[in-house]
């Protein structure tokens, strides 16, 4: 285990010097995955095979995310993967409590009615906010609330962070709010 990264399940996690960066382009990854499961119904095997880290890439330099150093960025791309693909496996792999936890906050939305993308946001988020209690709780929110501006309607920020604030007045989460 080196300085820059932990072993946890097995994959590389960043630690504090660029993690920031790395967990969120670990969350991106993950919500297209989470999202093509979901509307797909494509197996985990299937979709962590067929993910194409420089495609996801340049797609993203595309949205305005550029850097310069081509090597650096693929090479943290990949340990990005690695998170992201820990992310997936343990939102699916508990998605029953996390849809149970989204169910008792969301009045008068049942989560198959929510909109694919920030379902798929919140159900990341509700997973790390149960289970990664490394990640601090705001840290979190404020991950999703990006993660909806950047990939879902105009009103998904406002729907992803009311549901999620909801969640931390009304639960009690392992780790530190900030």
């Given at each position: 285990m080196t300085r820059d990264s932990q072993a946890i399940d097995g994959a590389a996690r960043p630690t504090r010097s660029g993690a920031v960066g790395k967990r969120r382009l670990a969350r991106e990854m993950a919500i297209q995955m989470l999202y093509q499961r979901d509307l797909a119904e494509s197996a985990l095997a299937a979709i962590f095979s067929s993910f194409d880290?420089?495609?996801?890439?340049?797609?993203?330099?595309?949205?305005?995310?550029?850097?310069?150093?081509?090597?650096?960025?693929?090479?943290?791309a990949k340990d990005a993967f690695e998170y992201a693909r820990r992310l997936v496996e343990g939102t699916v792999s508990h998605l029953t409590e996390v849809d149970d936890l989204l169910?008792?906050?969301?009045?008068?939305?049942?989560?198959e009615r929510m909109p694919a993308v920030?379902?798929?946001?919140?159900?990341?988020a509700v997973f790390e906010l149960v289970h990664?209690?490394?990640?601090?709780?705001l840290v979190v929110l404020?991950?999703?609330v990006e993660l909806a501006k950047r990939f879902g309607s105009d009103q998904s920020a406002r729907f992803v962070n009311g549901l999620?604030?909801?969640?931390?007045?009304?639960?009690?989460?392992?780790?530190?709010l900030k």
């Open positions: 880290v420089p495609d996801f890439l340049s797609e993203r330099e595309e949205g305005g995310a550029a850097r310069s150093d081509a090597h650096s960025r693929l090479a943290e169910s008792q906050q969301a009045d008068h939305w049942r989560i920030d379902r798929n946001i919140l159900r990341l990664e209690p490394d990640v601090p709780k404020d991950e999703a999620l604030d909801g969640l931390l007045k009304t639960h009690t989460f392992p780790g530190s």
